[in-house]
């Protein structure tokens, strides 16, 4: 590079137009270059940050997909859906979970990849029924649901219940009963 040339150019910094000695000088004076290289280090240190946080971000989903015990939160970020998906499907019945405090829900994972097999039958012994009776999930409502869909208090269903002799079935959390035989009482 010759010392004898003058170019002007344009200050990678400031971007103000300069005489320069060289056809590749970047800076306009040592300050510019100086704030350029300090620039460069901050910037430098952001993508670092950055790609600590991306790293914090992603790196759950790794560790995620070994846990045994997984929050709602959790168990959203794994199956891509919104926590409330997830409280649906819990309150559905069709995600087993615990609430091991008030606030607290935890979903084994084993349960977890149980929504993705193949629904279990239900097998209840009823009291009054000497053969096994064997129901769908997808063929029960939840008593919330009866509760819900035709009007009627706990009470009043339990008592429907007993009265008719309609077979209750425990999963879970919730207690399940024939769509069916209600659906052709309460109709
Ligand atoms: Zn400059």
């Not at 914090?56 to 045994?68: A, F, G, N």
């Not at 794994?78 to 606030?103: D, E, F, M, P, W």
């Not at 997808?138 to 819900?148: M, S």
């Amino acid at each position: 590079m010759s010392t004898n040339i003058k170019v002007q150019r344009i200050c990678q910094f400031c971007g103000k137009e300069f005489t320069a000695r060289t056809t590749v000088t970047q800076y306009c004076g040592d300050n510019c270059s100086k704030r350029a290289y300090k620039a460069r280090q901050r910037a430098t240190k952001v993508e670092t940050s950055n790609k600590e946080t991306l790293q914090i971000k992603t790196k759950p989903i790794e560790e995620l997909k070994v846990q045994e015990f997984l929050s709602v939160r959790h168990v959203a970020k794994l199956i891509g859906s919104s926590r409330q998906t997830v409280y649906n499907l819990i309150n559905t019945g069709k995600l087993q979970a615990v609430n091991i405090l008030k606030k607290k829900t935890i979903v084994r994972r084993c349960d977890l990849d149980k929504l993705f097999e193949q629904p279990t039958p239900i097998i209840q012994q009823a009291d009054n029924n000497p053969e096994p009776l064997h129901y769908e999930i997808d063929d029960c409502y939840t008593l919330k649901e009866v509760q819900d869909k035709y009007g009627v208090s706990e009470t009043t269903l339990q008592n429907l219940i007993k009265r008719n002799n309609i077979p209750k079935i425990k999963k879970g959390w919730f207690a399940y009963v024939p769509k069916k035989m209600i659906d052709n009482i309460l109709t």
